[in-house]
Structure formats: structure tokens, C-alpha cells
């Protein structure tokens, strides 16, 4: 059986608004398109998969609680099961961002192809974590992406939207 491609995505600044530390469900918000340029991967034959560091956990910032209710309020907002898997950082391990650690235990999780992959963030973390798991990168100007301009991604774009566009333009057959 092959493996299938997947686009890994940051949350916090990718697919919801950048909330400092965010610890209240009602701060979630999407950013315009997200809910339909998801649904468009999925239609392509796309597994999502939610690759976010939350140092805040270890920082004392937000509790265990505090972001899983987050989360919740995200994937409800979301509300058609378009994110295959959620994997998180919650401290300063090995398994941070830009470290590869967890783009690879989801690859092996849900058999992944991760050179037809592409993970999408608007951190130079983001881009590095792609690269460094073997995936094609891109830089969204939401969040923290206007501010990033020491990194390399394969392509940059407005938004998620636009990211879509970008890889559903450009599939490998």
C-alpha cells in the first residue's frame, strides 16, 4: 500500500489567530478561508496534520486543561473532521520545533509521504521543522510570517488560502 501525502500545519498564527499564550477557548478564532482551504486538501487526497510547540504548558503560562479546551474550541470551529491528527510539544524537549521529532512520529503513525508533503507555518521554526523532515515548505504571512525573514521556505504565501492554491497548482502526479 503507499503512503499518502500530508500538509503539516502549524496552529497558532497558521490556522487561528496568534493569542499570546492562548488559555480561553473564546479567543480562538479562524482566519479567513482556513475551514474550506482544509477541506480542499482533504478532497486532494491530503491527511492534515497539526504540528504546534506550546511552551506554555512548561512555562506555567496555560495548563494541560487550559490548552486541550483550546484545541477543542479550534477542531469545533473546524467542525468536519479535516485535521487527521494533532501532535504538540508542551515543553523544551527534543521533539520542538524546528526538531523533525514529531512531522516524523506522525509519518509513522499514519504512513505518511513525507517528499510529497508540506508543512505550512509563519515561524522560521516552521519552516526549518519542513526541512529538516524532508518536506516542502511554506511561509504564511499570518501570525508571525511578515516578521520572518530569516528562513527559506519553498514558497510564501498571503494565507492558508493561498498556500492551498500554491500546492493544489503545483501536485505531483
Known sequence: ??????????????????????????????????????????????????????????????????????????????????????????DFSERRKPSPAMVLEAARDLDLDLPNSYFIGDKTSDIECGKNAGTRTILVQTGYGNAQANCEPDFSAKDLAAAVDFILGNARA
Open 1 to 90: 500500500m503507499s503512503k499518502t501525502p500530508a500538509i503539516f500545519l502549524d496552529r497558532d498564527g497558521t490556522l487561528m489567530e496568534d493569542v499570546d499564550y492562548c488559555n480561553d477557548p473564546k479567543q480562538v478564532r479562524l482566519f479567513p478561508g482556513v475551514r474550506e482551504a482544509l477541506g480542499r486538501l482533504r478532497a486532494a487526497g491530503y491527511r492534515n496534520v497539526i504540528i504546534t510547540n506550546q511552551s506554555g504548558i512548561k512555562r506555567g503560562r496555560i495548563t494541560p486543561e487550559q490548552y486541550e479546551a483550546v484545541h477543542a474550541a479550534l477542531l469545533t470551529l473546524l467542525d468536519d473532521g479535516s485535521i487527521d491528527a494533532t501532535y504538540f510539544c508542551p
